[in-house]
Nanobody, 124 residues
Framework: QLSLVESGGGLVQAGDSLRLSCTAS????????MGWFRQAPGMNREYLAS????????WYKDYVKGRFTVSRVNAKNTVYLQMDSLKPEDTAIYYC?????????????????WGQGTQVTVSS
């Protein structure tokens, strides 16, 4: 399993951008697909985006398609989530997660390791 640490969250205004980072420690990061999820207060954790182990394939929840971009640099053991045109409803704790071998990347149960989360707050 990997150990994951997210960073880059903060307080921004509507329309601003943020780039979240998730750095992994452990072996064979480039064998793991990675995903981003978020959880708002009183809500279930929801899937946002995922990226294949090689970085060649990406998938998005329809709601964030065109605003969020997931990428990775395997040489740095890091995956990113670029978030543009942020809205107050994007306010949540954002988590990255690692999946070894699953193809069902929209399901949180497919992930083996999770970070501790980073808070994103978007003011109107």
């Amino acid at each position: 399993q990997l150990s994951l640490v997210e960073s880059g969250g903060g307080l921004v205004q509507a329309g601003d951008s943020l780039r979240l980072s998730c750095t992994a420690s452990g072996r064979r990061f480039d064998h793991y697909s990675m995903g981003w999820f978020r959880q708002a207060p009183g809500m279930n954790r929801e899937y946002l985006a995922s990226i294949s182990a090689t970085g060649l394939d990406t998938w998005y929840k329809d709601y964030v398609k065109g605003r969020f971009t997931v990428s990775r640099v395997n040489a740095k053991n890091t995956v990113y989530l670029q978030m543009d045109s942020l809205k107050p409803e994007d306010t949540a704790i954002y988590y990255c997660a690692a999946s070894y071998g699953s193809s069902h990347l929209k399901l949180s149960s497919s992930y083996d390791s999770w970070g501790q989360g980073t808070q994103v707050t978007v003011s109107s």
